[in-house]
């Protein structure tokens, strides 16, 4: 199964059979007041750092989402997704809870973009799906639906296939759908993350799709963040996790991902990581 996102000009395929795709979370105004203050400021400057600061440490594509509350989102991710094309190539992540602005986000990019996301709610699927069609695009489909998020993975994979009908249905390939079984955080539940890695095992070996995750949610609310979400990685990899959503600024997680390939026999010669380990760190430390 490979998942195939493009820009103008790169390509970028997600396969359980190549390293982990690692998309970059950072221009994102959620818990940013920094970025939240210069979006509503119409300053997409920050944006822009942002996008080659990610792509420098290792970013293979963007997530992009200007969600800020009373901001006209549609207006500014076109706006964004231009100004990031200025600095980097990579494949884009289009990001929004808003159909109408997913729709311009999609109008805006040159490429077949990763739509940041679908759910199993009926009213969702009937509004994100014919779009991501219209556009040749690929989509992330999170496993929650009218219910909310089911705690049990047998649930969650149900409405992964509930999703990947519909996509069918509307004539989306299964290989442009992406799953999301959902990373809760591990501080309200101790079983959480052991409930998300029986997802993405079942989600993998019934339907065969790639599967992302916001990895960071696992720790909200505990010390020691940055090692729970590597540990988190590298094991939810082992489970079928294909294409994380991390913060690749942050030596830790980088690392994490390189590591993860290297065990899981992705990484020949061990050439990217020592590599990698050159660039960042050119004298003997
Ligand atoms: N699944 C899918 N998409 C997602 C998520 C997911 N998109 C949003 C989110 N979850 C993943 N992206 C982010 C973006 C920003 C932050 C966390 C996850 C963030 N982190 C710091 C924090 O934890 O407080 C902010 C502080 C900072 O570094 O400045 O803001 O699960 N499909």
Redesign the pocket.
């Known amino acids: 199964m490979e998942t195939i996102i493009r820009s103008a000009t790169q390509t970028v395929v997600i396969s359980r059979d190549r390293p982990l795709v690692i998309i970059g979370?950072?221009i994102?105004p959620?818990?940013?007041k920094k970025l939240a203050a210069a979006l509503e400021q119409g300053n997409l400057k920050l944006i822009q750092e942002e996008a080659s600061k990610q792509v420098k440490e290792g970013a293979h594509v963007l997530?992009i989402?200007v969600g800020v509350p009373g901001i006209d989102e549609a207006r500014v991710l076109k706006e964004a997704i231009q100004v990031v094309r200025q600095v980097t190539q990579v494949p884009l992540c289009i990001?929004s809870a808003l159909p109408k602005a997913l729709e311009a986000g999609l109008a805006a990019y040159e490429g077949k973009a990763l739509v940041?996301?679908v759910n199993g709610e009926e009213r969702k699927l009937k509004e994100v799906l014919p779009l991501v069609k219209q556009y040749g695009a690929a989509v992330?489909g999170?496993t929650m639906d009218d219910a909310g998020i089911p705690t049990k993975a047998e649930r969650r994979l149900q409405i992964a296939e509930a999703i990947l009908n519909a996509a069918q249905k509307v004539g989306i390939p299964a290989e442009d759908l992406v799953i999301?079984p959902?990373?809760m955080t591990i501080s309200t539940d101790h079983k959480t993350a052991m409930e998300t890695f029986k997802s993405l095992r079942l989600i993998r070996d019934k339907l065969g799709l790639n599967q992302?995750?916001?990895v960071?949610?696992i720790s909200?609310g505990l010390p020691e963040?940055h090692p729970i979400n590597g540990a988190f990685l590298a094991l939810a990899a082992m489970n079928g996790l294909t294409c994380p959503?991390v913060?690749p600024t942050i030596w830790e997680m980088r690392r994490a991902a390189l590591i993860t390939d290297l065990l899981l026999g992705k990484d020949e010669y061990c050439m990217n990581l020592i590599s990698v380990f050159r660039e960042k760190f050119p004298s003997p430390r």
């Open positions: 979370e950072r994102n959620t818990g940013r997530d989402n990001d940041n996301s992330i999170l999301d959902l990373a992302t995750l916001g960071s949610n909200f963040r959503i913060d």
